[in-house]
């Protein structure tokens, strides 16, 4: 259907784009000081102008169609474009009322978020954190549909994507991130386990019963990865989506479990043994990912400022990784 762009109300735009990020009218109506029989007259325009239904009711809120999802980050995009060229202004965290959405796991959360929110409790007392959990190695289409403004985790598709670009190249990675700490894995048992009195050979890490933290479930990661590379295996027989949950089960069976060093104080259990892998394996990379549209938000710059010293703080006595010279052919 042909759209005369000259003929287009643009604020049916904004009540779109309020619609679409609450999926709620009323909250929609109140956030744009307007009327819900307002929302749903300037609804009811854009559907006539644009022949599609965009939004359908479901439950308590409504459920975009496939084109509302499709038009939504170019709407929004070009509506903060407009608002940051016609109404540039300073931020003030003191009097800011910003709402940031952040993605990451539980280990990761429990980490950073403390810090975090005692600043922003010294210096944005009316700015909002909503952490969702993270569920994918590969945040982009989060950020892309604007379901967060930052992801936060180890991204390696994502670290590779970014380090390999070239100017040539920027437009088809519109996305940024900061690095807040370099890790290592380690392998962990509890106390008293028959592997936790002497160093972890390779035969027995491979001949152990597995516990595997994986967002999607698979039984198959990042070390079984470098484990076929040298022609070997493990068993697998659990599966979490969650480290502080990989913490306790590990604690109270045989199994073993591969995490990030600095993951393993969070769960809180002190019954856990560390040992070193028995094999080189890459250093885990703590991201901060977000979309570049965001790059020059004088509030998501305040807010990467913030979770850098965050970080600072929650990683300041976390052990260094070793060199990759201190590795050894361990069987």
């Not at 009322?97 to 010294?122: S, Y």
């Not at 306790?248 to 809180?268: I, M």
Request: hydrophobic share 45%.
């Amino acid at each position: 259907m042909d759209v005369n762009f000259r003929t287009l109300d643009l604020n049916l735009l904004r009540v779109f784009d309020e619609v679409m990020a609450e999926r709620n009218l009323t909250r929609a109506a109140r956030n744009l000081s307007i009327t819900q029989p307002a929302v749903s007259n300037a609804l009811r325009r854009l559907r006539e102008t644009l022949g599609d239904e965009l939004v359908r009711r479901s439950g308590a809120g409504v459920e975009p169609t496939p084109r509302a999802l499709a038009l939504w980050p170019t709407v929004r995009d070009a509506l903060r474009q407009l608002q940051h060229t016609l109404a540039p202004h300073e931020f003030d965290a003191a009097v800011a009322d910003d709402t940031f959405v952040l993605a990451m796991a539980d280990a990761t959360a429990a980490e950073l978020v403390p810090g975090l929110v005692r600043i922003v409790e010294e210096e944005a007392p009316a700015i909002s954190l909503r952490v969702v959990p993270l569920t994918t190695r590969d945040p982009r289409p989060l950020l892309e549909n604007k379901e967060v403004d930052m992801a936060i985790g180890y991204f390696p598709l994502v670290s590779a994507n970014l380090a390999a670009r070239g100017p040539s190249s920027t437009a088809a990675q519109p996305f940024e991130a900061q690095r807040l700490y370099i890790g290592e894995y380690v392998c962990v048992m509890r106390q008293g386990h028959p592997l936790a009195d002497h160093p972890l050979t390779l035969d027995a890490f491979c001949a152990a019963r597995h516990l595997l933290v994986t967002f999607s479930g698979r039984p198959y990661g990042f070390i079984d990865q470098t484990l076929g590379a040298l022609g070997r295996e493990r068993r697998v027989v659990a599966t979490v989506n969650q480290f502080l949950t990989a913490g306790r089960v590990v604690a109270n069976s045989d199994l073993l479990t591969v995490l990030p060093r600095h993951f393993v104080k969070v769960a809180g259990i002190e019954q856990l043994v560390l040992r070193e892998l028995p094999f080189q394996q890459p250093l885990v990379h703590v991201d901060a990912v977000w979309h570049r549209q965001a790059q020059q938000d004088h509030a998501h710059e305040w807010l990467r400022e913030a979770l850098l010293r965050s970080a600072a703080a929650a990683f300041a006595d976390a052990k260094p990784p070793r060199p990759a010279e201190e590795f050894s052919e361990r069987r």
